[in-house]
């Protein structure tokens, strides 16, 4: 049986109130200014003077510096503020505010393809519930506010936008269609070179859509047509199996030269004890997502304390312990609870780069903006009722309080954005409670 294409009328009620809360959470974090990397990025805008003719338009958006691309995309995307610096930061925000929500609602529109590819009931609701959970979250207003960090929103909307390609062309492979194997492909050789362009970890879209497609879709949908599994068995190798070792055994190589060579002299860490830090950072963010609040660290964590070995300090070999026993029962639990094991297992995939052998600055709230995509998804199925045995919704006895509960964790949500992005409105109180906040930062002491 096909999925569903009609889209029942409370979907989109629940989304619209979805993006409007949204703005409404965001809304007094625009009166903000600039900060930190923000003025070694932006300045390009007007480094050869206003970009208004095609020579300082070219110059500019081949000025980046960043990854071996220079991240173009994301450069480009700053002219939709300004052609020339200085320039006001509302506008800047604000673009970044509505990108956020058009990537919550590209989320929406994947995990309610991916519902209804698996057949699970309520899909739609589910998927905006997730969704909701996602954009109101305050983890990620250190992201959208924090303007020079639209180059780690871009990739996730580029991933987004591969694996909605990826899950309609593969739904047409199910249902006969050849050329869907071809679709599917495409979105993702399409949506990995805008990604890349936009920031290196757009690098990982073939990776995270490997992982849905053994867990979720491969299961609950096998291409039964001999010649659309042919094609598609060919194409997944070509786009997903190889992109996805490729990146393994690249970022193993580095991993290898920099036990063996060392990395660079301006870090104040080897690389196994990078590794080790990583192992508590992660944690840490799992802590924020699982355990929202309105104010963090911030963006200052140049003093986050080291791991020099699996007992210093003693929380190192408890969170090592503790990743490898998620991603062990989620391996093992693939079968039985697949929707859980996706989302653990997305998450750390999309940490894979920025947060292992790759010598970059050890700690980043913006980091977890793509691995935190599906991390909801699972209780938003639950809340949904999805997993009910009674077809009836209504006679489940849980439905009032899986009702309640689903509106509580969206207010306390939207509320804890509100606060946190009201602290981002307000320049001097930020800086203040970072500097309580990080009292061994210089960054945070000398902001």
């Given at each position: 049986?096909?999925?569903?294409?009609?889209?029942?009328?409370?979907?989109?009620?629940?989304?619209?109130?979805?993006?409007?809360?949204?703005?409404?959470?965001?809304?007094?974090?625009?009166?903000?200014?600039?900060?930190?990397?923000?003025?070694?990025?932006l300045p390009a805008i007007g480094a050869s003077g206003p970009v208004d003719n095609p020579a300082t338009f070219w110059r500019y958006v081949s000025s980046?510096?960043?990854?071996?691309?220079?991240?173009?995309?994301?450069?480009?995307?700053?002219?939709?503020?300004?052609?020339?610096?200085?320039?006001?930061?509302?506008?800047?925000?604000?673009?970044?505010?509505?990108?956020?929500?058009?990537?919550?609602?590209?989320?929406?529109?994947?995990?309610?393809?991916?519902?209804?590819?698996?057949?699970?009931?309520?899909?739609?609701?589910?998927?905006?519930?997730?969704?909701?959970?996602?954009?109101?979250?305050?983890?990620?207003?250190?992201?959208?506010?924090?303007?020079?960090?639209?180059?780690?929103?871009?990739?996730?909307?580029?991933?987004?936008?591969?694996?909605?390609?990826?899950?309609?062309?593969?739904?047409?492979?199910?249902?006969?269609?050849?050329?869907?194997?071809?679709?599917?492909?495409?979105?993702?050789?399409?949506?990995?070179?805008?990604?890349?362009?936009?920031?290196?970890?757009?690098?990982?879209?073939?990776?995270?859509?490997?992982?849905?497609?053994?867990?979720?879709?491969?299961?609950?949908?096998?291409?039964?047509?001999?010649?659309?599994?042919?094609?598609?068995?060919?194409?997944?190798?070509?786009?997903?199996?190889?992109?996805?070792?490729?990146?393994?055994?690249?970022?193993?190589?580095?991993?290898?030269?920099?036990?063996?060579?060392?990395?660079?002299?301006?870090?104040?860490?080897?690389?196994?004890?990078?590794?080790?830090?990583?192992?508590?950072?992660?944690?840490?963010?799992?802590?924020?997502?699982?355990?929202?609040?309105?104010?963090?660290?911030?963006?200052?964590?140049?003093?986050?304390?080291?791991?020099?070995?699996?007992?210093?300090?003693?929380?190192?070999?408890?969170?090592?312990?503790?990743?490898?026993?998620?991603?062990?029962?989620?391996?093992?639990?693939?079968?039985?609870?697949?929707?859980?094991?996706?989302?653990?297992?997305?998450?750390?995939?999309?940490?894979?780069?920025?947060?292992?052998?790759?010598?970059?600055?050890?700690?980043?709230?913006?980091?977890?903006?793509?691995?935190?995509?599906?991390?909801?998804?699972?209780?938003?199925?639950?809340?949904?009722?999805?997993?009910?045995?009674?077809?009836?919704?209504?006679?489940?006895?849980?439905?009032?309080?899986?009702?309640?509960?689903?509106?509580?964790?969206?207010?306390?949500?939207?509320?804890?954005?509100?606060?946190?992005?009201?602290?981002?409105?307000?320049?001097?109180?930020?800086?203040l409670i970072w500097a309580y906040k990080n009292p061994d930062s210089p960054r945070a002491q000398a902001f």
């Amino acid at each position: 049986m096909p999925p569903r294409t009609t889209i029942p009328f409370s979907f989109s009620v629940a989304l619209v109130a979805t993006l409007a809360l949204t703005w409404f959470s965001y809304a007094p974090g625009l009166a903000g200014g600039f900060l930190f990397d923000d003025f070694a990025n932006l300045p390009a805008i007007g480094a050869s003077g206003p970009v208004d003719n095609p020579a300082t338009f070219w110059r500019y958006v081949s000025s980046g510096t960043a990854d071996p691309t220079g991240r173009p995309i994301a450069l480009l995307s700053f002219l939709i503020d300004a052609n020339n610096w200085p320039a006001a930061p509302y506008s800047f925000k604000r673009t970044s505010v509505l990108l956020h929500m058009l990537n919550g609602m590209l989320l929406t529109w994947l995990l309610l393809k991916l519902g209804r590819s698996t057949r699970v009931q309520r899909a739609e609701m589910a998927a905006v519930l997730a969704a909701a959970l996602w954009l109101l979250h305050p983890l990620l207003v250190s992201t959208t506010l924090y303007v020079v960090q639209r180059e780690a929103m871009l990739p996730g909307t580029f991933i987004l936008l591969g694996l909605i390609g990826f899950v309609a062309g593969r739904q047409m492979a199910f249902d006969g269609q050849r050329r869907g194997a071809w679709i599917a492909g495409a979105s993702i050789a399409t949506g990995t070179t805008l990604g890349i362009l936009s920031k290196a970890n757009g690098a990982l879209l073939p990776l995270l859509a490997w992982l849905i497609e053994v867990i979720l879709l491969a299961p609950n949908a096998p291409i039964t047509n001999p010649r659309c599994a042919r094609i598609y068995r060919r194409m997944r190798w070509l786009t997903l199996s190889l992109p996805s070792l490729i990146l393994i055994g690249y970022l193993c190589k580095r991993g290898l030269a920099g036990f063996i060579y060392g990395i660079d002299d301006i870090r104040p860490w080897s690389l196994g004890e990078r590794l080790l830090t990583e192992a508590r950072i992660v944690v840490e963010y799992l802590g924020l997502l699982w355990l929202p609040r309105p104010y963090t660290a911030g963006l200052f964590n140049d003093a986050y304390p080291i791991s020099t070995s699996l007992l210093s300090p003693g929380t190192t070999l408890p969170c090592i312990l503790l990743i490898a026993g998620l991603i062990g029962t989620a391996v093992a639990l693939r079968k039985r609870h697949p929707f859980l094991a996706v989302a653990v297992l997305f998450f750390f995939a999309a940490h894979v780069m920025e947060s292992s052998v790759l010598p970059l600055e050890l700690y980043f709230e913006h980091r977890n903006y793509v691995p935190a995509m599906l991390m909801f998804w699972p209780i938003a199925l639950w809340l949904a009722g999805s997993f009910s045995r009674n077809d009836d919704v209504s006679r489940d006895d849980s439905r009032k309080l899986r009702v309640a509960l689903s509106f509580g964790l969206v207010a306390l949500l939207a509320t804890l954005s509100w606060l946190r992005a009201d602290l981002w409105g307000h320049p001097q109180e930020q800086a203040l409670i970072w500097a309580y906040k990080n009292p061994d930062s210089p960054r945070a002491q000398a902001f």
